[in-house]
């Protein structure tokens, strides 16, 4: 077992795809840094905290990135945003078998404001593009900083997205919340609760991630590659009728989650009889549980994108 | 933010290989890219750092460096964000290996 | 400028807009032809149930008035900073916003955005720049994050960030910035009503917004990064 929380974005990158195939777009030695963190005596990164390229996974062409989440907590600035939206470009223009993000982020670069907001911005975009031109889109999420704002969002955007129990994906963080609105709004030092509420085993039930695996390399490589097997087979653009269904979903959730404040209580009326012990519970026995109970599209949506 | 350059001459090993980066730019933490670039037998170094007036700590970790190894045609630049002068030295060390053990993938990266 | 004086100004013909829990929706009358208007007002925090009341209207018009152009008027405090929606996901129900958003752009549905008031962040990150073009009244505020939080979560003194909001364009909120960066097509100042028609006449399908940032000398680096990831080559700055 290797972790892949562990790894930096640069050792993701080797581990996920087939051994020595990935090329790197516009690498270090270009020193293609940012513009703007110099303003608050920041220092810079020569990939600007994301390292982006094409490589083989499966032996099929894949174009990927990494965002480094030790560097600015991994968010998004004009460049770092610039590299993802061209690689997207690029995947469309050369006709990639599948997009790979292995995402870890804040979301919008503070320090670079607006800059940052527009690139993430672009950066949806993008993906959303490459969706249409019939290319699966995959979202890996197993970082020690989560995936947040709205790079959060952009997750979503993904047509499947793998998690750990480790990784967190949501918009806002606690500290933001709690700040906002106080300890009893959300205590952001209640590391349980951050879990449980952002954290990949609630999102694996709550059907907001569609494949959850151990923190281990192998088995996020493996996730990976099933997805794209499943996705190129199907419609990986946006669909009415995937819409539709995802609307469902996300207004049964709304319904169903009346007077639910506490994310056990979400568990509990999915059926989950012990919902206390979930967090506790290893990889495989959650997911036999999981099975049972999780939420998801309705049957009726099948053969859509839209998971 | 400072920038201090130092410069060898003289050196005796060369590098060879592609360009590689060590590190990441985190809380007391570096990146370090190293690059085999003709400089007349010199090595060359160039550091980014957030901690300013630390320039003579800086000189002495980079004339040990320049001890260990005597490089030649190399080319080292830093981004730094507060790492110690041990941490400094083993992310040196660490670059240095990258390019000169055999099997040096071109996206590797040591944190 | 209150939602009920910005409609009378974009729809001299006549508009059956309504407000619910500063939800807007409705549709309105814009040189002969029928536009769907759907947006927030009282600077409402973006939460679940609200995202959710937009995605719904725009499928709705999706399904039941194929090609008709979509108008968001957009007046948000930014995302709701809630447990609930946070644990509900809020990221998916923002998501799914975007991909009705440009579901509906893909099939023919011109969208366009317009900040009247104030815009922050994740109150429309999924809605205003996901349109086909976004625009914004003169007197209108955008901006990614209040400075009191901006400063405790950067660890940038507030002091500095006010400074740099007063003439920094990346940290400034006035819509002149954005327009400069890429992010607004147009700043809407006198004939409300005309400059609506023409930006439904003007869409383009693809996002141009880096090379507007870059013609506009406001965002310099985005375009030649893209570019030279996307051909394999060198960054060529201006």
């Known amino acids: 077992m290797s972790s892949y929380l562990e790894l930096t974005a640069r050792q993701r990158i080797p581990a996920m795809f087939d051994a020595g195939s990935f090329e790197e777009f516009l690498p270090p030695s270009a020193r293609v840094a940012s513009p703007h963190l110099a303003e608050l005596d920041s220092p810079v990164s020569f990939d600007d905290g994301v390292v982006v390229g094409r490589g083989l996974l499966g032996g099929h062409t894949v174009f990927g990135a990494a965002q480094e989440g030790a560097f600015m907590g991994g968010a998004v600035g004009e460049v770092h945003g610039a590299k993802l939206a061209g690689m997207l470009r690029r995947a469309i223009d050369e006709r990639a078998h599948a997009v790979l993000l292995l995402l870890e982020s804040g979301g919008v670069r503070l320090h670079e404001a607006n800059a940052g907001l527009i690139a993430v911005s672009e950066v949806m975009r993008a993906m959303l593009d490459v969706r249409a031109a019939g290319i699966p889109v995959v979202a890996v999420v197993g970082g020690a900083n989560g995936c947040f704002g709205g790079m959060g969002i952009a997750a979503r955007c993904a047509n499947t997205v793998i998690m750990s129990e480790e990784g967190r994906l949501a918009m806002s963080g606690p500290e933001v919340i709690e700040t906002a609105n106080g300890v009893e709004e959300f205590d952001s030092r209640d590391r349980a609760l951050v879990w449980r509420t952002t954290g990949g085993k609630h999102r694996y039930l709550m059907g907001d991630c569609q494949l959850l695996v151990a923190d281990d390399t192998a088995a996020f490589r493996a996730a990976a590659l099933d997805a794209i097997a499943d996705l190129v087979q199907g419609e990986v653009g946006l669909t009415l009728e995937g819409l539709l269904a995802e609307q469902d979903m996300l207004a049964r959730r709304l319904q169903d989650a009346d007077g639910a404040s506490e994310p056990m209580e979400l568990w509990r009326r999915l059926g989950v009889s012990d919902p206390a012990g979930v967090p506790m519970l290893e990889a495989d026995a959650f997911l036999a549980l999981a099975a049972r109970h999780r939420a998801g599209l309705q049957p009726a949506a099948s053969g859509t994108g839209e998971r | 933010m400072e920038t201090l350059q130092f410069r060898f001459g003289q050196g005796s090993r060369p590098l060879a290989g592609n360009a590689q980066l060590v590190g990441v730019v985190g809380s007391g933490n570096l990146e370090v890219l190293i690059e085999a670039v003709p400089l007349d037998g010199a090595c060359e170094i160039e550091v980014h750092t957030a901690a300013v007036g630390f320039g003579a700590t800086w000189g002495a970790v980079m004339e040990d460096f320049h001890a260990r190894w005597s490089l030649a045609d190399a080319r080292i630049s830093i981004n730094d964000n507060g790492a110690t002068p041990a941490v400094v030295s083993l992310r040196l060390d660490q670059a240095v290996e990258s390019l000169i053990s055999p099997a040096a993938p071109s996206t590797g990266g040591t944190p | 400028m209150d939602w009920q004086t910005l409609a009378t100004q ?180 006198q004939n409300l009503a005309q400059e609506l028609a023409q930006a439904l006449a003007e869409c383009s399908p693809e996002d141009r917004r880096m090379a507007l940032g870059r013609e506009r000398g406001g965002r310099m680096l985005a375009q030649p990064v893209a570019d030279a990831v996307r051909a394999g080559g060198d960054v060529r700055a201006a």
């Open chain 3, 10 to 189: 974009l729809f001299p013909g006549g508009h059956d807009i309504v407000e619910r829990d500063n939800f807007l929706s409705g549709s309105a009358q814009v040189d002969g032809k029928r536009v769907a208007v759907i947006g927030t007002t009282g600077h409402v925090p973006i939460g679940i149930e609200i995202a959710l009341a937009q995605a719904t209207a725009i499928l709705k018009t999706v399904q039941e008035h194929p090609g008709r152009p979509i108008l968001i008027l957009v007046d948000t405090q930014g995302q709701r900073l809630r447990h609930r929606d946070e644990m509900l996901g809020i990221n998916s129900y923002m998501a799914h916003l975007g991909k009705c958003v440009d579901l509906a752009r893909r099939k023919g549905h011109t969208v366009i955005g317009l900040v009247y008031d104030q815009a922050l962040s994740g109150g429309f990150i999924t809605s205003g720049l996901i349109a086909s073009a976004c625009y914004a009244l003169p007197q209108a505020t955008i901006r990614v994050m209040g400075l009191p939080a901006m400063a405790r979560i950067t660890k940038v003194p507030e002091e500095r960030l006010t400074e740099l909001a007063r003439d920094n364009p990346v940290f400034a909120p006035g819509p002149e910035n954005y327009l400069r960066m890429g992010g607004l097509h147009g700043i809407w100042e």
